[in-house]
């Protein structure tokens, strides 16, 4: 694995009384997509809030880029390059594709990739054939590609992608993995979490399996989800 750029140690987090992670720990490296596998309610979309400092109640260590980020607030933990995708979208539904752009639209930063609109539109031809579309008016997966774009116009170092196959048409999963790739070839690296294992195999160098909270595996995503298989997760 590459000199990791992600580093989360022993992370515990918690909803109210309720204990939800339970030292999880997992690395990121740079330019390496890295998959948190596992069935719906396993903690997968609560680590990625957990990382970008979106929860109360945590305990534990999350590094980015060699710095601590544990007392940093979301709007932070951004500057430093960190994009979160959330799953359930929240894009601007009165503004325009371009206008959506615009607003998450942050300055380059060093050795990161560079986004315009005309990069996301190369990414996702969908956005580009309908720029003055408001964001209300489009389908699940164009809102999906919407948010995804957005968070890339803060040029961020590493993106964290909850459920990109999630609720969208099949030929939309397909420009997800292609987009994946894509960011992987121009050195981003991606943590993502994912139930489709399929996708998850197409697009990850290296996948966690998270149950309950807890990491119960690591390896390949072959190898993550043969243990799955075996252990009727």
């Not at 992600?6 to 998959?35: C, M, P, T, W």
């Not at 601590?68 to 951004?78: E, F, M, V």
């Not at 005309?118 to 389908?139: C, K, Y």
């Not at 803060?154 to 397909?174: M, T, W, Y």
Request: charged share 20%; net charge positive.
């Amino acid at each position: 694995m590459s000199a990791a750029l992600l580093q989360v140690a022993a992370l515990n987090a918690f909803y109210a009384r309720a204990h939800i992670l339970f030292d999880v720990s997992l690395k990121v490296g740079r330019g390496e997509v890295v998959a948190l596998m596992g069935r719906n309610g396993a903690g997968k979309s609560t680590t990625l809030k957990a990382v970008m400092g979106l929860l109360e109640g945590m305990r534990g260590k999350v590094s980015f880029g060699g710095r601590d980020l544990t007392r940093l607030a979301p709007y932070q933990r951004a500057r430093l390059g960190l994009g979160f995708v959330p799953e359930d979208r929240r894009i601007f539904t009165e503004l325009s594709v371009l206008q959506n752009l615009e607003a998450g639209r942050q300055p380059p930063r060093a050795g990161a990739p560079v986004w315009t609109a005309q990069a996301v539109f190369d990414l996702f031809p969908n956005l580009g054939a309908m720029p003055e579309r408001p964001g209300g008016r489009m389908s699940g997966g164009e809102q999906q590609m919407l948010t995804i774009a957005r968070t890339l116009m803060g040029n961020p170092h590493l993106l964290l992608l909850d459920e990109p196959s999630e609720g969208v048409a099949p030929l939309i999963v397909e420009q997800m993995a292609t987009m994946i790739i894509r960011l992987k070839e121009r050195g981003m690296s991606v943590l993502l979490c994912e139930q489709n294992t399929h996708f998850a195999s197409l697009v990850s160098d290296r996948a966690y399996l998270l149950d309950q909270g807890r990491i119960l595996h690591h390896g390949t995503p072959q190898q993550v989800q043969a243990h799955q298989q075996q252990s009727g997760l």
